[in-house]
């Protein structure tokens, strides 16, 4: 398995490009199920869950086509043409499901579309068991017929889906993704209560609009939904992504150095950015996104506690990011995670690089030290990974992440965009 190796200690300067949100992209690719005609989705980013719902959707009948790269030498995202002119498969198979739970967005598509749908159960994961229980009430709220046997979702809606007021009892961000694809086309209105307000579910909702769907609330905590007869095809440029922004952010404080984001937007990431300002991180909005920089600035990075909650919340995927950063701030942080019931996997690594975490069940108190010393450490989650590479940007010495594949899921070209900042930075191939 691929390794990534990096010397740390070097203040990072540059510009990075922020791609398209592999959380929104997700999705929206489940969406070409919805319809006959073509999605073309911009933006898109090259990641390893790309290609594995691109393989999932090839298997159901969608015709796929990579148009190439858009823009400025082809690192302004790829292209991607996606066309369900026929639903030829319903089932999506465990062997791809195990690799990424969010193949489980295909289930409320094919609901909708082809009355029909088997999905492997997604079994959990680094960061919980992560059960798809409101996926499935939602769904059958919705008029489906679900039984689960021999590991699988066995959806039935064989007259179609009708509307209905939901109210989720927790909010959960592939649930809602669901339940507005498949009420887009179910008979008469939905009302989702307690939805989700990620910006990846602004993203989908915006492009199912211009498919045709009529949904209102868009960003709110209350979806309305009438459903349609059909919906049409749509050309949709991919929101950027709001963690790959506030991890390269991080990037910067820890490491004191200067980093320009670009195509990004501040907004995505408002609660982030009052955060990162508290620990004493310059945040200066640009006409494309923003400058992150502790350039000059020799007071000490500042502790501050924080707990993740849905959006407009400390996001959970930047948790471990934000660990790492208060690993190196002197002083006492508070870090709290009350999303997921296990995504601490981290601290075990980064105390082998010298932090000082102690774990309380769902908190982390993290007591700031003067500096972390490279490891060969390993990865857990796509998250708790990056945040390993934070610190090893700023440890003295070497740093060697195994088990990379899982940055691969979700960094586009992370070692480049970090050698473009000055970072020491590279992959040594499997065995090399
Ligand atoms: C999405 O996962 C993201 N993945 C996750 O990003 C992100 O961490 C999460 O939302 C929270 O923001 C994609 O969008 C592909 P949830 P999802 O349903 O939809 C529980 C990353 O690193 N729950 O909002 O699976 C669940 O166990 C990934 O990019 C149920 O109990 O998250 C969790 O504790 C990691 N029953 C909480 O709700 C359900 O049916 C939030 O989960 C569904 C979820």
């Known amino acids: 398995m691929d390794q990534i190796r990096i010397l740390g200690g070097k203040p990072l300067s540059g510009t990075i490009r922020i791609s398209g949100a592999k959380n929104a992209a997700l999705p929206l690719m489940a969406a070409s199920l919805l319809t006959a005609e073509t999605i073309r989705l911009s933006n898109l980013p090259h990641l390893a869950d790309i290609s594995t719902m691109t393989d999932l959707l090839a298997q159901l009948g969608v015709e796929i086509r990579m148009d190439g790269l858009a823009g400025n030498g082809g690192h302004a995202g790829r292209v991607l043409s996606l066309r ?42 680094a960061i919980g068991n992560r059960p798809v229980d ?59 209560a307690n939805a989700a307000r990620e910006p990846e579910i602004g993203d989908l909702a915006d ?81 494309t996104g923003f400058r992150a920089s502790r350039a000059g600035d020799n007071r000490p990075l500042s502790a501050v506690d924080v707990e993740t909650a849905p959006f407009p919340g400390f996001p959970t995927d930047l948790q ?48 700031g030290v003067d500096k972390l010393i490279g490891a060969e450490v390993m990865a857990t989650d796509l998250r708790a990974s990056v945040s390993l590479v934070l610190a090893g940007l700023a440890a003295e010495g070497e740093t060697v992440i195994n088990r990379v594949y899982h940055l691969d899921r979700g960094y586009e070209r992370l070692e480049e965009k970090l050698s473009a900042c000055g970072a020491e930075i590279e992959r040594i191939k499997d065995g090399q």
Request: glycine letters at 12%.
């Open 84 to 125: 369900a002119g026929a639903i030829a498969g319903t089932t999506a198979p465990y062997d791809l499901v195990r690799t990424m739970r969010a193949s489980v967005l295909v289930l409320g598509p094919l609901l909708a579309r082809a009355g029909r749908a088997r999905v492997s159960l997604p079994g959990g994961c």
């Open 134 to 192: 409101l996926h499935l009430w939602a769904l059958s709220e919705l008029g489906a017929e679900i039984e689960l046997a021999d590991g699988y979702i066995d959806a039935r809606a064989p007259k179609g889906l009708r509307g209905a007021d939901i109210v989720f009892p927790r909010v959960s961000v592939g649930a809602t993704e669901n339940a507005m694809m498949a009420a887009a086309l179910a008979e008469g209105e939905t009302v989702l």
């Open 207 to 287: 492009c199912l609009v211009e498919m045709g769907a009529e949904i209102e609330g868009i960003g709110t905590g209350v979806l309305s939904i009438r459903g349609v007869e059909s919906l049409g095809g749509a050309e949709h440029a991919i929101v950027p992504d709001r963690i790959e922004t506030g991890t390269y952010a991080m990037a910067a404080a820890i490491t004191g150095g200067d980093i320009e984001l670009k195509d990004t937007r501040c907004d995505l990431l408002d609660g982030v950015l009052d955060k990162l300002r508290e620990t004493g991180l310059n945040i200066t909005p640009t006409d």
């Open 320 to 367: 471990a990011q934000m660990m790492a950063l208060m690993s190196v701030a002197p002083g006492a942080s508070v870090i709290t995670e009350t999303v997921f019931e296990d995504r601490f996997m981290h601290v075990s690594e980064l105390a082998r690089m010298g932090a000082d975490i102690t774990v309380d069940g769902a908190s982390a108190r993290v007591l």
